[in-house]
């Protein structure tokens, strides 16, 4: 009996096809952008953004990229991002809304993640790319501004913007997001 058992656990794990995440449907039934479009940065390439007010204060946020990855939170993965006592914080934002230090993601060409930026007062903050390991160099780094409605190749320079305590549209998670690709795709 138990040799039967086994023969069976054998035979139903040698039909069992492996899970990719290609058979995962999206919005309304269809595959999800990321699984029809070729994955062209490699996994465990990586990307840090800076978030600086001066040589002393500064935080960042580290992606890392897989393409078997979720774009949720997961805790085998990922690194959620807590708060400190710096002068200013900065945390991509996983698709189910956490604050993450370190954000494991599948790459597709124009994706794009939110960031959560604060200052502690009034200032002039910049946002940089601290580290691009593994990223073809003709995969733009956009930032784009929605207070400001500006966006930048961070690839090619800083991005400068102020925070404004007094008004709250000036900095959290709504005002910057991170978009990987072609310009036109944001």
């Known amino acids: 009996m138990k040799a039967f058992a086994l023969f069976c656990l054998l035979l139903a794990l040698s039909c069992c096809k492996k899970f990719d995440g290609q058979d995962m449907p999206g919005p309304q039934g ?6 029809s479009q070729p994955d062209t940065i490699p996994d465990n390439a990586a990307l840090s953004l800076r978030l600086v007010e001066d040589s002393t204060d500064y935080d960042e946020t580290l992606f890392v990229f897989d393409h078997k990855a979720s774009v949720a939170f997961s805790n085998a993965n990922d690194a959620r991002y807590f708060p400190g006592f710096g002068k200013v914080s900065l945390a991509s934002i996983s698709s189910d809304g956490k604050d993450m230090a370190i954000y494991s ?4 060409a124009g994706m794009s993640v939110n960031l959560d930026v604060h200052g502690r007062r009034d200032d002039a903050l910049s946002l940089q790319i601290r580290r691009k390991t593994g990223i073809p160099q003709d995969i733009p780094v956009w930032v784009k501004d929605h207070y400001t409605g500006d966006s930048l190749d961070l690839c090619k320079g800083a991005y400068s913007f102020r925070v404004v305590k007094a008004d709250t549209n000036s900095f959290g998670s709504k005002r910057l997001r991170v978009v990987l690709g072609n310009k036109r795709s944001h």
Do not use: E, Q, T
């Open 30 to 35: 269809k595959k999800p952008v990321w699984a």
């Open 105 to 108: 993601l599948p790459y597709a």
